[in-house]
C-alpha cells in the first residue's frame, strides 16, 4: 500500500486492498469512510470495482495514461454494473477463450 499526502486533505493509495484480508480490508475500508466523512479526499487505483461500487462517489476509468470516461459511479456504469462497464470500455470479449492458459 502506497500513502502519498498531497496539498490538502488528500490520500493517494495505489491498489490499497490487493492481497489484503478480509477483516484488514474492513479495516481500512472504514478508516477510509470516516477520513472522507470529515471532509477529507481519498484518490485510488483499484481493479476491484465492487469495491468502487459500494464506496466511491466518483470514479474515472483511465487505460493507457487516458481518461476514458469519469463521473459519478451510477453514470459511469450506465446502469449496468461497474465489471461489466470496465470490459466494455476497455473493448475486451469477456468469453474469449483461455487457451493460453493450457
Known amino acids: 500500500m502506497r500513502w502519498r499526502c498531497c496539498t490538502g486533505p488528500e490520500y ?3 491498489e490499497p ?3 489484503i484480508d478480509p477483516v484488514s480490508a474492513r479495516s481500512i475500508e472504514q478508516v ?3 477520513y472522507v466523512d470529515a471532509g477529507g479526499t481519498v484518490v485510488m487505483s483499484s481493479h476491484i470495482m465492487e469495491f468502487v461500487e459500494r464506496t466511491c462517489r ?3 476509468v483511465v ?3 487516458r481518461v476514458l470516461l469519469e463521473g459519478p459511479v451510477e453514470q459511469v456504469a450506465a446502469g ?3 465489471n461489466e ?3 466494455e470500455l476497455m473493448g475486451a470479449d469477456p468469453v474469449r477463450p483461455l ?3 493450457a
Open 17 to 19: 486492498f490487493e492481497a
Open 32 to 34: 477510509l469512510t470516516q
Open 58 to 60: 466518483r470514479m474515472a
Open 99 to 101: 487457451e493460453w492458459l
Open 85 to 87: 462497464r470496465f470490459v
Open 63 to 65: 487505460a493507457e495514461g
Open 12 to 14: 493517494s493509495l495505489d
Open 80 to 82: 449496468t454494473t461497474l
